[in-house]
C-alpha cells in the first residue's frame, strides 16, 4: 500500500467550483507540504505544515487555503477555482526527526479548471 | 530568488549510453536532492547530496559545494530509465518551507 495517498487522482471542475484535495499518509511524518507543477516549470510550494498546530503560506499560496486534520492528513482547497489553476497537485511528507528532511511524494492530483 | 538550473532541459540517447544530467544553483546549500518523475507522474526520491559522490545501482550523483553544481550520471542507460529527472535543492534555515526545484531534465532512452 502506499505510504502517502491522494485524492481525488483526477478531477475536471468548472470556474468558480469550491474543490477540495486530499492527502493523508502513514508514514508516521510530521511534516506536510502541497506543492503544484505546470509545464516548464519546477515544482511551487503552496503551504506547508510542521504539525497540526501549525500552518505557513509557501510561494503561491493566493487562491488556496488548507486544513491539517490530524498529523496523518492535509487538505487542500481551492475556495474558488479558476482556469489558471489547472495543474498537477502533489502532496509530500516529510520526518523533522531525520538530518535528511527527505521528502515523500505523493501520486499527484491532476486539476483542470474549465 | 534562488534560482536551480538544470541542463539539458531535453535529452534522448541510444540504450547503453552514459547519460550527465547537470544542476546549478546560485547560493550556498545545506543538500540538494535528486527526484525522478515517471511519465504516470509519481514522483521518487534518488538521492539526497551534502557533500560528495553516492551509488545506488547504475546511478551516480556527485556535488561540488564550492562550484555550487551537482551531476547525476546514469551508467548503461535502459528505456525504462526515460523519466523526467528534478533537482531540488535546501538552503540553509530552509529545512521547514520545503525545497526550491529545477524545472526539470526530460530523458527518453531509445531502444
Known amino acids: 500500500d502506499a505510504d502517502v495517498t491522494q485524492t481525488p487522482r483526477n478531477r475536471i471542475t468548472k470556474t468558480g467550483k469550491r474543490i477540495m484535495l486530499e492527502c493523508s499518509q502513514t508514514k508516521g511524518h510530521d511534516r506536510m507540504y502541497w506543492y503544484r507543477q505546470d509545464p516548464g516549470l519546477g515544482l511551487r510550494l503552496i503551504y506547508y505544515s510542521f504539525d497540526v498546530k501549525d500552518i505557513n503560506k509557501g510561494e503561491i499560496s493566493d487562491g488556496y487555503s488548507v486544513s491539517r486534520q490530524a498529523q496523518a492528513k492535509f487538505s487542500l482547497s481551492l475556495e474558488s477555482a479558476i482556469p489558471n489553476q489547472t495543474a498537477l497537485y502533489f502532496c509530500?511528507?516529510?520526518?523533522?526527526?531525520?538530518?535528511?528532511?527527505?521528502?515523500?511524494f505523493g501520486p499527484g492530483t491532476r486539476l483542470t479548471v474549465l | 530568488k534562488n534560482e536551480v538550473e538544470q541542463s539539458p532541459q531535453n535529452l534522448t540517447a541510444q540504450e547503453g549510453e552514459f547519460i550527465t544530467i547537470n544542476c546549478s544553483y546560485s547560493?550556498?546549500?545545506?543538500?540538494l536532492h535528486w527526484l525522478q518523475q515517471h511519465p504516470g507522474g509519481g514522483i521518487v526520491s534518488l538521492f539526497m547530496l551534502s557533500s560528495g559522490k553516492k551509488k545506488h545501482g547504475r546511478l551516480i550523483a556527485t556535488i561540488n559545494i564550492q562550484e555550487k553544481h551537482s551531476s547525476l550520471h546514469i551508467t548503461a542507460s535502459h528505456p525504462r530509465d526515460s523519466a523526467v529527472y528534478i533537482c531540488?535543492?535546501?538552503?540553509?534555515?530552509?529545512?521547514?518551507?520545503?525545497?526550491?526545484f529545477g524545472k526539470g531534465t526530460h530523458l527518453i532512452i531509445q531502444p
Open positions: 509530500a511528507t516529510s520526518d523533522s526527526g531525520t538530518s535528511s528532511y527527505e521528502q515523500f
Open positions: 531540488a535543492v535546501r538552503y540553509p534555515g530552509g529545512g521547514a518551507d520545503g525545497l526550491t
Open positions: 547560493v550556498g546549500i545545506s543538500a
